[in-house]
C-alpha cells in the first residue's frame, strides 16, 4: 500500500522561501509528483522526479531521495497567488495515492 | 484544446436518487481516473478506466458505485441510491496513456455532489 504524511497547513510571508515536506511508504514506485489545487479547482501538475536530486522549474524546485522516501517542494519569492493546497502524490502501477495535501497561506 | 471536461459541475440528489457524472477526457487521450475529495482530506482513488475497459477499480466502493468508458462519448460514474456520506467532489483526470505513475494527470474542475 501507499502512505504519504505532509504538513496539514503552513504560512509564509510575500517574497518568503517555503518548504514544503513529503515522506512516502510505497509499495510501489514509480516517480513523485507535486500539483497545486486552488480552493474550488483542479489540480494542476507542478512537478515530477524519478531520480534523486533537485528538478528547478522557475519559482518551484522539487527534490527526491528514494533512499529516505522524502520530497520537498521549495517555493521561491512567494506571491499572494501562491496560497493553495499543495498535494505530494505518489505510486506503482496504475493507482497514484495522494497526501491529503498542505494548505499554504500567503501573507503580506 | 479543450482541457478536460466534467458536468455538471454542480449536483444536487435527494437521498435514494441516482447520481450521474460525466467526463470527457482531453483530446487524444484514452486514459480516464476517476477521484473522490472530501473535505480536508486529500484525493482518493476510485478507478481507473481505457476506452471499454476497467483496468483498476480496486477504490471503488462494492455496491451502488460503477463506472464505463464507452468506445464514444465520455467516461460515467453512476452513483446509485446516493445517500449523505457521498456528498464530495468528484475529480476526473486523463492522462496519454503511459501510465498514471509515470506521467502526469490532466484534471477536470470537478463535479461536487450534494446528498440532501
Known amino acids: 500500500g501507499q502512505n504519504i504524511d505532509q504538513p496539514t497547513e503552513m504560512t509564509a510571508t510575500e517574497g518568503a522561501i517555503v518548504q514544503i515536506n513529503c515522506t512516502y511508504q510505497?509499495?510501489?514506485?514509480?516517480?513523485l509528483f507535486w500539483y497545486q489545487q486552488h480552493a474550488g479547482e483542479a489540480p494542476t501538475f507542478l512537478s515530477y522526479?524519478?531520480?534523486?536530486g533537485l528538478e528547478e522549474k522557475g519559482r518551484f524546485s522539487s527534490f527526491l531521495s528514494r533512499s529516505k522516501g522524502y520530497s520537498y517542494l521549495l517555493l521561491k519569492e512567494l506571491q499572494m497567488k501562491d496560497s493553495a493546497s499543495y498535494l505530494c502524490?505518489?505510486?506503482?502501477?496504475?493507482?497514484?495515492?495522494f497526501g491529503t495535501g498542505t494548505q499554504l497561506k500567503v501573507e503580506l | 484544446n479543450a482541457g478536460v471536461m466534467q458536468n455538471p459541475r454542480h449536483l444536487v440528489r435527494r437521498r435514494g436518487q441516482e447520481a450521474r457524472l460525466r467526463c470527457s477526457p482531453m483530446?487524444?487521450?484514452?486514459?480516464v481516473y476517476w477521484y473522490r475529495q472530501l473535505p480536508e482530506e486529500g484525493l482518493k482513488f476510485m478507478v481507473y478506466?481505457?476506452?471499454?475497459?476497467?483496468?483498476?477499480e480496486s477504490g471503488m466502493p462494492k455496491e451502488r458505485f460503477s463506472a464505463e468508458f464507452p468506445k464514444e462519448g465520455p467516461s460515467i460514474l453512476r452513483i446509485q441510491q446516493v445517500v449523505r456520506g457521498d456528498s464530495a467532489a468528484y475529480f476526473c483526470?486523463?492522462?496519454?496513456?503511459?501510465?498514471?505513475?509515470?506521467?502526469?494527470?490532466?484534471f477536470g474542475s470537478g463535479t461536487q455532489l450534494s446528498v440532501l
Open positions: 483526470a486523463s492522462s496519454s496513456g503511459q501510465g498514471a505513475t509515470n506521467e502526469k494527470l490532466f
Open positions: 510505497t509499495s510501489g514506485f514509480n516517480g
Open positions: 522526479n524519478v531520480l534523486d
Open positions: 502524490s505518489t505510486g506503482g502501477g496504475n493507482k497514484l495515492t
Open positions: 483530446k487524444g487521450h484514452s486514459h
Open positions: 478506466l481505457q476506452k471499454e475497459n476497467i483496468i483498476d
